[in-house]
Nanobody, 120 residues
Framework: VQLQAFGGGLVQTGGSLRLSCTVS????????MGWYRQAPGKEREVVAT???????YYADSAKGRFAISRDNAENTVYLQMNSVKPEDTAVYYC???????????????WGQGTQVTVSS
């Protein structure tokens, strides 16, 4: 299973971006999902997660500005980023827990990362 992440780029402080992450093949279901980021010289950190039941978690840095969502028909997860700040600059990775078939176990997959750069 491959995850294709899109939507990164250069944006000014206060602007918006929407990241997307699409599962490239037909699957049975997407369970939990999340967005993570890694800035230069720092460890990867969680930005937002969403459970299959709809429960969400946001890092303090993302609360009130970012929103995680999904499109089940398109097997795509999104991260809407609003009011971005220079400290949001990082490579953003999606993580999706997938059940390939009805009888298979749930497996985690990572996207390849998309660069977000916020200029001041």
């Amino acid at each position: 299973v491959q995850l294709q992440a899109f939507g990164g780029g250069l944006v000014q402080t206060g602007g918006s971006l929407r990241l997307s992450c699409t599962v490239s093949e037909s699957i049975y279901s997407i369970n939990n999902m999340g967005w993570y980021r890694q800035a230069p010289g720092k460890e990867r950190e969680v930005v937002a997660t969403r459970t299959s039941g709809g429960g969400t978690y946001y890092a303090d840095s993302a609360k009130g500005r970012f929103a995680i969502s999904r499109d089940n028909a398109e097997n795509t997860v999104y991260l809407q980023m609003n009011s971005v700040k220079p400290e949001d600059t990082a490579v953003y990775y999606c993580n999706v827990a997938i059940r390939r078939t009805a009888g298979s176990r749930i497996t985690d997959f990572w996207g390849q990362g998309t660069q977000v750069t916020v200029s001041s």
